[in-house]
């Protein structure tokens, strides 16, 4: 039950997504460090919680972010294969094709959700991600509907 | 009660130029628990570290922030500061506003508004840090290096040099490399065989040495310090022990028509035989797939003429287990085969160059073999389709190297200076030839390496045209290249007898699978990661593992060379204690609540958890549980994650703390 | 099949032999061309030469008709045009305001749900098993050199359907109709394409050599899949025997023609009899 709309509110300028990233400490979190060396500019509505790995990723973090008021959150770690425990982003992987089923049946909206791989190497892809997710969100607007929902169950 | 300090950083103007830094103190001062926050120049420098000291010691800080840079680079600086003044190292965290922040965004509010986030976050987390201390683990002082060519050469002399004991791995029959193979070396042109041999046979007679050829690491285990590693030592079908290398069964072989590896094809070699003939060891093997009495079991005329009677044509694959402390590789490289290698050639190779196709279009390493004294020619240069003498040839750069459309992006390095190389032997061996060199750039640094292509041009009279090269088409037994020079400003047309392609210089192959069993990183091209560019430039993200040599991106010998004694430096390093501290950041399970479900038993990548008892003094069993082994546990947290029980918890990022993190942006 | 079909300037007059093949072609195939209503100029050389704008908007109103018109698949047999459709079809679809621009200036929605397809294109998406099947007769016969041209298989990143430097697509068509294509050194050099009209010695130049390099490798014709290329390496033939003193007598077919006679079009249903270099 996504819904797709552009958010009504007309204010729309003057809102600034809130987004939570949850990435691993070998893989993404060095990409992101290697957009900042390579000063690559992107907007600034990302908040990073540095994990070992996203194996450690208990995927109930991502409810807990929408109950702080996050309106997305990327997760994102090594590309399969390339995790620096072996095979922690398979296991984050497994759990997270069955947690997104839970989650879409309790109503959150899955567009808010992103799941991406960002090697050590790959500063641009950050760059280019949080872009696409900042003004994504910023389209879907402020996620008022999580309360919502909160308050019906 | 937390007392905590904040230290922000404004590391000169990197921080400071985004971020006010000033405002950004006036607003974490007043953050739960912080009792004093402070701003510097530079943290990290001598006087930045005592004011931390200071702080810590006059405001009894039982915690501490340091926003300034990443983690990744000075998280162990604060932490060490801390610890000289009675901190416990693990009360220390850092907020990331550089790299995250200040480097990223450009408007001052926004950037300083997030800085003022990110060290809410950090401070949340830190007042539900624990002291901690390291985890002491014994240690094998033995090191394994895997690939014998000049890198694993001398990194494996190094080290037992230093009285270590040493396991090489080599996969081809003999130890030596690409080195081995190449005529004479830049820019002394000395002969690469006379001053790599004498090494080869070092290795060979080293009493710490102990030497696998034709083998494979199959696979790795355990951790730094303590690793078991299994190795596959392919059959040979040749009994080592007894053999003495004396030659009669490759002189006896009736089949003699297999392409050479060493030769890249430009020479042929029997089925049993030795690589070259300085081979270290000096002792054949049986290609299985060509020799006759191992495919279809007729021949076996090697056997006979054997006195020695080492051929076992029953030989099998062997796994052997090494015990070793830690692991240098030195896998190389290869040249990109162009046109036949990459998955979709059609679209993404170089088609027009011919290579492949027109017998004549070589690339680099076989022209070194048609150029060396011990080459299929015997050092005299002749072409592959007829043996003619070619009068005329072209080197061309960057085939594949710096060519983001259908190649890799980086630069190979070092072939700038093998085609003036080339240019000269070429002039050398044939005096009334011409040589003629597309490049794109000449990248000659080093020491002596510019004046040594001033020579390839003054002296012996290259022809360098600065342009690509567009199509090579064959007619009428020439090689007509086609390109431009961009510097005269019009197109060239050349009519050459042989063509060498200085192809890309790639990692060797299965290089990526090898990088996995290790937990080693490697970039989009296989090359792999050090753990740091400039500081830690041999070691690698997984402790214990060092790399050397051409697997880490593209180098010519000397450099080679410098880094495998630096990786074999950082192995002395290690071996001069007697255990290993390793950090304390792991998992733990509280006995209490796990139900024994023993998901985490299965999840776990390192097999670092046990399937434990509880007994009582009477001996009867209380309850089941999971138990980490602390010396085996990496820290990666996947355990905490798939406990259902929520009886796992990690050091460092407990859910304590993570979920801290979160509300903190509440 | 419906699919929308672009003729282009070409096809509709000096080369107007090419249409005819096609057409015969494809219907064989079940292939229905139906013309683009109210279709422009692609803009060909002259407009990105003047104004890159004018050079988008002039494809972008075309596409704007098919798209419309409810065509998935647009068929441009001449390559200039294609080049020029794919490229606007491009430049349409990374950039928004440039799309939003243009379609107010085509007074036209663009959404880009048409795809532009080149002969070569046609032939794959058709699928080699499918034309196999259909196939009557075997091309056993002919030794084509397979001639590109310049922009047949450019810009490659947009194209992104063959190589541009070392082309293989119509070699592998053929040799699947039994053909045996030839391996040849002028597959993507120009023919002197427009100069035909003003200068007409470097055309002259340029096609000599082309062909006798289709000769020299044992070529008994060359197959081409462009208007332009046809008129060089056809219509000027004689005057490059004249001009060079030699006779070539090399056939220059279209792409379809050899497809349509595998097929089991006879030549001048496919407009081979209009050609002007004649069959010995």
């Given amino acids: 039950m996504t819904h797709k709309q552009p958010h009504p509110d007309p204010d729309m300028t003057t809102f600034e997504p809130k987004i939570v990233a949850y990435v691993c400490n070998w893989c993404t979190y060095l990409g992101a460090?290697?957009?900042?060396?390579?000063?690559?500019?992107?907007?600034?509505?990302?908040?990073?919680?540095?994990?070992?790995?996203?194996?450690?990723?208990?995927?109930?973090?991502?409810?807990?972010?929408?109950?702080?008021?996050?309106?997305?959150?990327?997760?994102?770690?090594?590309?399969?294969?390339?995790?620096?425990?072996?095979?922690?982003?398979?296991?984050?992987?497994?759990?997270?094709?069955?947690?997104?089923?839970?989650?879409?049946?309790?109503?959150?909206?899955?567009?808010?959700?992103?799941?991406?791989?960002?090697?050590?190497?790959?500063?641009?892809?950050?760059?280019?991600?949080?872009?696409?997710?900042?003004?994504?969100?910023?389209?879907?607007?402020?996620?008022?509907?999580?309360?919502?929902?909160?308050?019906?169950? | 009660m937390a007392r905590i300090g904040v230290f922000i950083c404004w590391c000169g103007e990197n921080i400071s130029r985004h971020v006010d830094v000033e405002k950004l103190a006036e607003q974490c001062a007043h953050l739960p628990g912080v009792r004093c926050c402070l701003t510097y120049k530079y943290m990290c420098s001598e006087p930045g570290q005592n004011l931390i000291r200071e702080k810590i010691r006059e405001e009894r800080l039982n915690g501490m922030v340091v926003a300034s840079c990443s983690p990744h680079m000075h998280l162990k600086t604060f932490r060490k500061a801390a610890e000289a003044e009675g901190l416990n190292p693990y009360l220390v965290e850092m907020a990331n506003i550089r790299e995250h922040c200040s480097w990223v965004h450009h408007d001052v509010k926004a950037a300083t508004a997030k800085a003022a986030d990110l060290i809410r976050m950090a401070v949340a987390k830190v007042r539900r840090n624990h002291a901690l201390s390291p985890i002491r683990v014994p240690l094998t002082k033995r090191a394994l290096v895997i690939g014998g060519g000049v890198a694993g050469i001398q990194a494996a002399l190094d080290i037992a040099d230093a009285g270590h004991e040493v396991v090489l791995v080599e996969r081809e029959p003999s130890i030596g490399g690409k080195m081995a193979g190449l005529s004479e070396t830049f820019p002394t042109l000395d002969c690469s065989q006379c001053i790599l041999t004498p090494r080869m046979v070092e290795v060979g007679q080293h009493p710490n040495i102990r030497l696998y050829t034709y083998s494979d690491v199959e696979a790795v285990e355990g951790y730094v310090g303590n690793f078991s590693v299994t190795i596959r030592k392919r059959a040979r079908y040749v009994d080592i022990s007894k053999c003495t290398g004396c030659g009669a069964c490759w002189n006896a072989c009736p089949n003699k028509k297999t392409p050479s590896e060493f030769d890249f094809g430009m020479g042929k070699r029997s089925a049993i035989y030795v690589p070259f003939p300085q081979a270290v060891p000096a002792r054949p093997v049986i290609d299985a797939n060509a020799c006759t009495m191992l495919t279809k079991g007729k021949c076996g005329l090697c056997a006979k003429k054997c006195a020695a009677g080492a051929i076992n044509f029953k030989d099998q694959d062997e796994l052997i287990t090494e015990k070793v402390g830690a692991i240098v590789v030195a896998t190389g490289y290869k040249l990109w085969d162009i046109g036949k290698e990459q998955e979709n050639a059609k679209l993404a190779g170089y088609g027009e160059y011919g290579y492949g196709t027109y017998k004549d279009v070589i690339n680099s390493l076989q022209f070194e073999r048609l150029v060396s004294a011990s080459g299929p020619t015997g050092g005299e240069l002749r072409r592959p389709s007829d043996g003619a003498v070619p009068k005329t040839v072209v080197f061309i750069s960057c085939v594949g190297s710096r060519d983001n459309a259908k190649g890799m992006s980086y630069c190979s390095k070092i072939c700038c200076m093998y085609n003036a190389k080339h240019t000269m032997l070429y002039k050398h061996k044939v005096h009334d030839?011409?040589?003629?060199?597309?490049?794109?750039?000449?990248?000659?640094?080093?020491?002596?390496?510019?004046?040594?292509?001033?020579?390839?041009?003054?002296?012996?009279?290259?022809?360098?045209?600065?342009?690509?090269?567009?199509?090579?088409?064959?007619?009428?037994?020439?090689?007509?290249?086609?390109?431009?020079?961009?510097?005269?400003?019009?197109?060239?047309?050349?009519?050459?007898?042989?063509?060498?392609?200085?192809?890309?210089?790639?990692?060797?192959?299965?290089?990526?699978?090898?990088?996995?069993?290790?937990?080693?990183?490697?970039d989009e091209y296989g090359f792999l990661s050090e753990s740091h560019p400039k500081l830690r430039p041999v070691e690698t993200n997984a402790a214990g593992v060092f790399v050397c040599g051409a697997c880490q991106g593209p180098k010519d010998i000397p450099e080679s060379v410098a880094q495998a004694s630096a990786a074999a430096g950082k192995v002395q390093v290690m071996f001069s204690r007697e255990e290993i501290t390793r950090e304390p950041e792991i998992a733990s399970i509280d006995e209490r609540m796990c139900a024994a479900c023993f998901t985490c038993v299965r999840a776990c990548p390192y097999n670092a958890i046990e399937r434990a008892e509880i007994r009582d003094r009477a001996g009867r069993l209380i309850k089941r549980t999971a138990r980490v082994n602390p010396g085996l546990c990496m820290g990666c947290g996947t355990c905490v994650a798939v406990c259902p029980s929520k009886s796992a918890e990690l050091e460092g990022f407990t859910e304590q703390q993570v979920y801290a993190m979160v509300e903190s942006l509440g | 099949m419906n699919i929308g079909y672009y003729p282009g300037c070409a096809l509709h007059g000096s080369s107007n032999d090419y249409e005819q093949s096609v057409r015969a072609c494809l219907g064989a195939l079940g292939v229905n061309l139906c013309e683009l209503d109210d279709w422009i100029c692609c803009g060909a050389t002259a407009a990105h030469s003047l104004n890159h704008k004018l050079a988008v908007a002039l494809p972008a109103r075309s596409l704007a008709i098919a798209e419309r018109d409810g065509y998935d698949d647009l068929l441009a047999p001449c390559p200039m045009c294609s080049a020029q459709l794919i490229k606007a079809r491009t430049a349409l679809a990374r950039d928004r305001a440039l799309r939003e621009e243009i379609a107010a200036t085509v007074e036209l929605p663009l959404e880009g749900r048409t795809e532009v397809l080149n002969l070569i294109q046609i032939f794959q998406r058709i699928g080699l098993e499918r034309l196999k099947s259909r196939a009557t007769r075997s091309l056993n016969e002919f030794k084509p050199a397979c001639y590109y041209g310049c922009l047949l298989v450019r810009p490659p990143q947009a194209l992104r359907f063959d190589d541009c430097e070392h082309p293989t697509s119509m070699e592998t068509l053929l040799s699947e109709l039994g053909a045996a294509p030839v391996e040849w050194n002028f597959k993507t050099e120009c023919c002197g394409a427009g100069l035909t009209m003003c200068n007409e010695r470097t055309v002259l130049d340029l096609s000599h050599k082309i062909i006798s390099n289709a000769a020299a490798h044992g070529a008994n014709c060359i197959v081409v899949a462009c208007p332009m290329c046809h008129v060089n390496l056809d219509m000027k033939q004689a005057d490059i025997e004249r001009h060079y003193g030699i006779r070539h007598a090399m056939k220059v077919y279209y792409l379809s023609d050899l497809v349509g006679m595998a097929l089991g079009l006879h030549e001048n249903e496919l407009g081979v009899n209009r050609h002007f270099v004649s069959t010995p």
């Fill in chain 1, 33 to 153: 460090d290697l957009a900042g060396t390579n000063r690559l500019e992107y907007p600034p509505n990302v908040r990073i919680i540095r994990l070992p790995c996203t194996g450690r990723i208990d995927f109930n973090l991502i409810v807990k972010a929408f109950e702080t008021g996050a309106d997305a959150v990327l997760v994102s770690g090594c590309h399969p294969g390339d995790c620096h425990y072996t095979s922690g982003n398979y296991h984050a992987r497994r759990r997270w094709t069955l947690f997104r089923e839970l989650l879409d049946t309790l109503g959150i909206e899955m567009d808010r959700i992103h799941f991406t791989w960002i090697s050590a190497a790959e500063g641009r892809k950050w760059q280019q991600v949080i872009t696409e997710i900042t003004e994504k969100t910023r389209q879907m607007g402020p996620y008022l509907a999580y309360k919502r929902i909160c308050r019906v169950s």
């Fill in chain 2, 433 to 522: 030839g011409q040589a003629h060199v597309f490049y794109m750039d000449i990248r000659a640094g080093g020491k002596n390496y510019d004046e040594f292509v001033r020579r390839a041009i003054e002296q012996d009279g290259a022809q360098y045209h600065r342009g690509r090269v567009s199509k090579i088409t064959e007619e009428n037994g020439k090689l007509i290249v086609r390109g431009v020079d961009t510097l005269a400003g019009e197109p060239v047309t050349i009519e050459a007898d042989l063509v060498v392609l200085a192809t890309a210089m790639r990692p060797a192959d299965g290089v990526e699978t090898l990088a996995q069993k290790l937990n080693v990183g490697y």
